[in-house]
């Protein structure tokens, strides 16, 4: 017998090596077992990923036994070693390497801890974890009841037949079991998603089965992991970008080993290594943080879809056979995603699943929105960076002793350094873009690149014409910290952004010190207007909601749509009578649908408009795509290896008629952001059914030199 075993560092071209199972280790080895190997003259760990018959024919190299179990599966589990890898798994990352075009051992990565690797045993050190203060479970509205009927009443089904009409909580929850288990619930802020979240959750726990909730970023994670921990009583595996090797580990073997069932994260939670998996939760499924921007570029619900799929379908590899058998297995997964603003994407795939909540819980109501004409502003004689409505509204609320938010969407005191002579802009040495004016974030006033983090000194002259006129133009988090501080000078004011967030805990300090009224204004970006719930806040300005709103991409009014919905959505959460929230919106471009759709707090609105675009531009969902990356230290070679490429996939194209039906467009074009990091970046999209396939055709030296972005979330 032999065993094809995979590594989590590159071994050749080879996805694999293939090794000898020794007599004595025939009976014991399974697929996915971590064990000890050589390779050329040192001992390495990898994993069994397939178990045959077949003979390698190696003509220069004797086939090499495999040594041992690896020590660590044994440290895992003594008595009987366990495999670390299901064969759910095992046929996961195969799906993922292949569908987004990923070396294996890259997606190995994304399952195993690297300390699991290590040739030593490791040891893990307990600390000792203290329950947050016990909470009772919130009774449920009629609408949260219904919703909760609906999606439990399909728990545990194998009928796939389709429902009919859309799931609104006006009407009885459909007897009909839905396709696959597959749900979203769209309500609208603060209408009490988390608290279905919550009951569905405590019913699969009790019954010993393991429940996955998915945030969108860290800053959600200490408000989620509290809510959950408290009401359940019971300790969360957490799992997040910030936690140390040590960490990951020590998180990895509670779930491994059934320890804790409660699994709450951000999107890396996903490939933890599930026994008994029978709910995952996505809350705001529309983030764009669950798509990830390095290899292997998954999307989250791509993977939770292929994970349903292959927890209904089961294949298992009889080891000397190489007939595979199919079972089905008993607990299927129920996917629950949830948003105030789903994606266009997400919308129109679930029509037939989707669960209405179109009111706020208790006594809270939707704020009101108000758009700001800023040109006005300026018209009047205004050049302060707040209204005089967003200015006196801090000041009533303040005297009320309400919270306030700010909310930018940049960094930094300024956008950018400009000569108001010759208009020189000044720029990164490495990147087409304009470096940020930053008064004290490195304790000096510098200015940095917020792409590559090159760092500068403030030029005294316009290194073009040497004018002393070179002023900061635009404003950042930094500089509304300023004007908020001069102006509200009794107020204390918190930042929260990239900067003052970066060492671990950083925002989890700043989240509690804000909701514990030790401060009355938080100024911050994208981060705090994601899933926050702070009772106490009132009133929530946005500065400038123009910033993206025209960048040439296809997902920009969406965006920005989503952004300001949810910012918005922050605002009179506290389940008083007569405690209307309020949200000033500062805008040049107040006539834009998705603005105009964000005051009335119209989702249909907004999509009805987005969709019908879509549908006429060929985008998602009509379409697939695929945007592949070239990038050179020279502009002309890497706009000539991209007609190089693009004109190699109209000859594959030509070469299989079958795709030419598939494919709508092929198109090459430069970067929005054209030069980074010292690299001219050129993109060729696809559009069509199948842009994968298409890819496939390639002869293998151009995979070398491309950037792989299945179905992308931005075509710049």
């Known amino acids: 017998m032999y065993a094809d075993i995979a590594f989590q560092q590159k071994i050749g071209e080879q996805k694999t090596l293939t090794y000898e199972i020794p007599a004595e280790l025939e009976k014991t080895i399974k697929l996915g077992h971590l064990v000890k190997v050589q390779i050329r003259k ?25 040594a041992d179990i690896s020590i660590n599966t044994k440290t895992i589990a003594a008595d009987n070693p366990q495999p670390i890898l299901t064969e759910q798994q ?74 009919t009409s859309n799931l609104t909580t006006n009407q009885t929850p459909t007897t009909t079991p839905l396709s696959l288990n597959k749900f979203l619930i769209h309500g609208i802020t603060g209408s009490g998603k988390t608290e279905i979240y919550l009951h569905l959750a405590k019913h699969q726990l009790e019954k010993n089965k393991q429940v996955l909730i998915l945030v969108p970023e860290i800053s959600l994670t200490p408000q989620t992991v509290e809510y959950f921990e408290s009401r359940l009583q019971m300790k969360a595996a957490i799992i997040h970008s910030k936690l140390s090797e040590g960490e990951k580990y020590k998180t990895w073997l509670d779930i491994f080993n059934h320890t804790k069932n409660l699994i709450i994260g951000s999107r890396s939670a996903i490939f933890s290594p599930f026994k008994n998996l029978s709910l995952i939760i996505i809350d705001e499924e529309h983030e764009y943080s669950y798509k990830q921007d390095q290899s292997p570029r998954y999307t989250t619900l791509t993977i939770a879809e292929k994970m349903q799929e292959l927890a209904t379908t089961r294949t298992t590899h009889i080891p000397g056979n190489h007939t595979d058998k199919t079972n089905q297995q008993s607990s299927p997964i129920t996917l629950v995603l949830g948003s105030a603003t789903p994606s266009i994407e997400t919308k129109e795939k679930f029509t037939d699943s989707t669960i209405t909540l179109s009111e706020r819980i208790g006594s809270a109501k939707l704020p009101t929105i108000k758009l700001i004409d800023m040109r006005e502003e300026f018209r009047k004689g205004n050049k302060s960076i707040f209204s005089d409505l967003l200015h006196s509204k801090i000041e009533q609320t303040l005297a009320e002793n309400k919270q306030v938010i700010l909310f930018l969407n940049r960094r930094g005191s300024a956008s950018s350094i400009v000569c108001r002579d010759c208009g020189y802009r000044l720029k990164c040495d490495h990147c087409d873009i304009s470096m940020t004016y930053h008064a004290k974030t490195l304790g000096n006033p510098v200015v940095i690149c917020h792409h590559c983090g090159n760092v500068g000194k403030i030029p005294i002259n316009c290194p073009n014409c040497k004018s002393v006129n070179i002023r900061y133009l635009g404003i950042g988090t930094e500089r509304i910290e300023e004007e908020t501080k001069k102006l509200f000078k009794n107020a204390k004011v918190l930042r929260a952004d990239r900067d003052t ?129 070239i990038e050179h230290e020279k502009f002309l070679t890497a706009k000539t290896k991209a007609e190089e490429i693009e004109k190699a996939l109209r000859e594959a194209l030509t070469q299989n008629p079958y795709l030419k039906e598939a494919i709508q467009e092929i198109t090459s074009y430069p970067a929005f952001i054209m030069r980074l990091h010292k690299k001219f970046r050129y993109r060729i999209l696809i559009k069509g059914k199948n842009p994968s396939e298409l890819i496939s055709k390639l002869d293998p030296k151009f995979l070398d030199q491309i950037k792989i972005d299945i179905d992308p979330i931005s075509t710049n």
């Open 501 to 629: 967030t970066s060492r671990k805990n950083t925002f989890e300090q700043i989240y509690y010190s804000f909701r514990n009224h030790e401060a009355d204004i938080l100024i911050g970006t994208q981060m705090i207007g994601k899933g926050l719930h702070i009772p106490n806040v009132k009133l929530v300005g946005v500065i400038l909601a123009d910033i993206g709103l025209n960048i040439p991409d296809f997902k920009s009014s969406e965006r920005n749509f989503q952004l300001l919905t949810q910012v918005a959505g922050r605002a009179g959460r506290a389940d008083l009578p007569n405690e209307l929230g309020e949200v000033i919106i500062q805008t040049y471009s107040p006539e834009h649908f998705a603005l105009q759709a964000t005051e009335s707090q119209d989702y249909n609105k907004f999509f009805n408009i987005e969709r019908s675009q879509r549908k006429l531009l060929n985008y998602p969902p009509f379409t697939n795509l695929a945007k592949l990356s």
């Open 90 to 163: 095992i046929n996961l990352t195969n799906f993922i390497s292949e569908y987004y075009f990923a070396p294996l051992y890259k997606v190995l990565k994304l399952f195993i801890p690297a300390k699991i690797f290590k040739a030593k045993t490791m040891r893990v050190k307990e600390k000792k974890e203290i329950l947050p203060k016990p909470k009772d479970l919130k009774i449920l509205s009629l609408d949260q009841q219904k919703a909760l009927e609906t999606i439990e009443q399909n728990f545990d089904t194998k009928t796939k037949s389709k429902t």
């Open 42 to 66: 040192s001992e390495k760990t990898g994993v069994v990923w397939q178990i045959h018959s077949n003979k390698p024919d190696f003509k220069t190299s004797k086939i090499k036994e495999i």
